[in-house]
């Protein structure tokens, strides 16, 4: 098993592919990446998969692709697309904007407009 702690800051977040001890690939954990993760051949000769999501590795491109297929029906469109925290309603101080911003700040920085 890979230790993932030891990856940048910057790569924190989405799905890190581990084709072997030098070669990996990271891809964010959006809906429309998920879809062709699901539906390519990208992941077929990966080892490994590590989702900091919910902090699972997984071993089998079955069981990837299961956790796949299974986030897809959820429909996560409240979700944070970088670390899967929630996204919370929140106002601009100065402009009094509204805008949505994941609820695991200040570990998480993404947001959206309202």
Same mark, same amino acid.
């Given at each position: 098993?890979?230790n993932y702690?030891? /990856?940048?800051h910057w790569?924190k977040?989405?799905?890190?592919i &581990?084709?072997? =001890?030098?070669?990996?690939s990271?891809s964010?954990n959006? !809906?429309s990446?998920? #879809?062709?993760?699901?539906e390519?051949?990208y992941?077929v =000769?990966?080892?490994?998969f590590?989702v900091?999501?919910n902090?699972?590795?997984?071993?089998?491109l079955?069981s /990837? #692709?299961?956790?796949?297929? !299974?986030?897809? !029906?959820t429909g996560d469109?409240?979700?944070?697309?970088?670390c899967?925290?929630k996204m919370?309603? !929140?106002?601009n &101080?100065?402009?009094r904007e509204l /805008?949505y911003g994941?609820?695991?700040?200040?570990?998480?920085?993404?947001?959206?407009m309202a």
């Amino acid at each position: 098993m890979t230790n993932y702690t030891t /990856f940048p800051h910057w790569r924190k977040t989405g799905i890190v592919i &581990k084709y072997s =001890d030098r070669q990996y690939s990271w891809s964010p954990n959006t !809906k429309s990446q998920r #879809k062709y993760l699901l539906e390519s051949s990208y992941c077929v =000769d990966a080892v490994e998969f590590y989702v900091w999501e919910n902090n699972t590795t997984y071993t089998t491109l079955e069981s /990837f #692709k299961e956790y796949l297929s !299974k986030k897809q !029906k959820t429909g996560d469109s409240e979700l944070c697309p970088f670390c899967g925290g929630k996204m919370v309603s !929140k106002k601009n &101080k100065t402009t009094r904007e509204l /805008f949505y911003g994941c609820s695991n700040y200040p570990e998480c920085k993404h947001t959206s407009m309202a």
